[in-house]
DNA sequence: GTTCTTGCAAACCCTTTGCACGTCT
DNA sequence: AGACGTGCAAAGGGTTTGCAAGAAC
């Protein structure tokens, strides 16, 4: 966790405009969501942001973690991700532009990937079929091959995401 | 549910190959799960192959049918995936090779594509990190544009997460 | 005969919900 | 004042687990 140049005035104005156009309250519960949200420069779970809130001066339920986290994924401010059979994590979408995930299937190592040609794929693809592309989700299943180095991936996946 | 062109003793052989490999037992339930899931032309829930199977004389156990589903993606006999929020959806992999998922974010409907390019791309990307793809999940989400025609397609509202 | 698998139900975990209280407009 | 949001704890739903009985090797 630490401080980034994402422009959390401008997050917080967009969110502003999501709540006004759907006639939803603005709430200091909500908008205190969205600034420790935006303190992660990874993936994060609700219990995780949950948990760090609680335990550092924002008294909050996990009710209005999950439904405010949903607000702001449907705002786009938010990406949310639903990888492997764990729980759903989140990351700001301004964090790491259009980046998409490389997985080893055997040690669950990620590495974050952008792809430019991607997002002229996910556009024409959509319109291939009369929709206009909003975004896309994808993820590579690799395998290391050296079993060695997957197992010592294995280790500092699950220690080590702090940094990206 | 309809009888197509897969290889079904092709599949028996390449599982059976698989738990050998793997040291597991041959298990009269785990061909079972394997006939009856090849049974499927669509994606199907865990749940709804227990029931299929446990209405049409085939008696097992949900636990059984958990397991066998997650060996037989493990040999990429099946494909899963985590759609929105809901239970994982599983496919036959043989069933339409390939093919990803376009989604309208805003009334769900879901079509299925052929995009050869991706596959070039997987391999590609996942070279550049010096890894082996094995296959890719890539959901694009867009919206239909058309009002009328989103609203007669939603059946199920939800939000859009970005799932594996 | 030993080890692995199955079946059952209960446990689990993440997430959502119901209700009373509090806050925003 | 009225409607909506929050907090709490309990419910919910998909999936996994513990243990005894049964099959595979």
Same mark, same amino acid.
């Given at each position: 966790?630490?401080?980034?140049?994402?422009?959390? !005035?401008?997050?917080?104005?967009?969110?502003? #405009?999501?709540?006004?156009?759907?006639?939803?309250?603005?709430? #200091?519960?909500?908008?205190?969501?969205? !600034?420790?949200?935006?303190?992660?420069?990874?993936?994060?779970?609700?219990?995780?942001?949950?948990?760090?809130?609680?335990?550092?001066?924002?008294?909050?339920?996990?009710?209005? @973690?999950?439904?405010?986290?949903?607000?702001?994924?449907? /705002?786009?401010?938010? @990406?949310?991700?639903?990888?492997?059979?764990?729980?759903?994590?989140?990351?700001?979408?301004?964090?790491?532009?259009?980046?998409?995930?490389?997985? /080893?299937?055997?040690?669950?190592?990620?590495? !974050?990937? #952008?792809?430019?040609?991607?997002?002229?794929?996910?556009?024409?693809?959509?319109?291939?079929?009369?929709?206009?592309?909003?975004?896309?989700?994808?993820?590579?299943?690799?395998?290391?091959?050296?079993?060695?180095? /997957?197992?010592?991936?294995?280790?500092?996946?699950?220690?080590?995401?702090?940094?990206?």
């Amino acid at each position: 966790m630490k401080q980034r140049q994402i422009d959390i !005035e401008q997050l917080q104005e967009q969110f502003r #405009q999501f709540l006004r156009r759907k006639m939803y309250r603005n709430t #200091q519960e909500r908008f205190r969501v969205l !600034e420790r949200a935006a303190e992660f420069d990874r993936h994060f779970t609700a219990d995780e942001l949950y948990v760090y809130m609680n335990t550092s001066g924002d008294k909050i339920s996990r009710a209005t @973690v999950y439904s405010t986290l949903d607000l702001l994924t449907q /705002c786009n401010i938010l @990406v949310k991700h639903r990888f492997q059979g764990d729980s759903a994590t989140y990351e700001l979408a301004a964090r790491k532009p259009n980046h998409d995930h490389l997985i /080893c299937r055997d040690c669950g190592y990620m590495i !974050e990937f #952008q792809e430019s040609a991607l997002l002229a794929l996910q556009d024409e693809i959509a319109r291939r079929y009369g929709l206009q592309a909003v975004s896309h989700s994808l993820q590579i299943f690799a395998s290391c091959g050296d079993s060695a180095t /997957c197992q010592r991936r294995r280790e500092s996946s699950f220690t080590t995401d702090h940094d990206t």
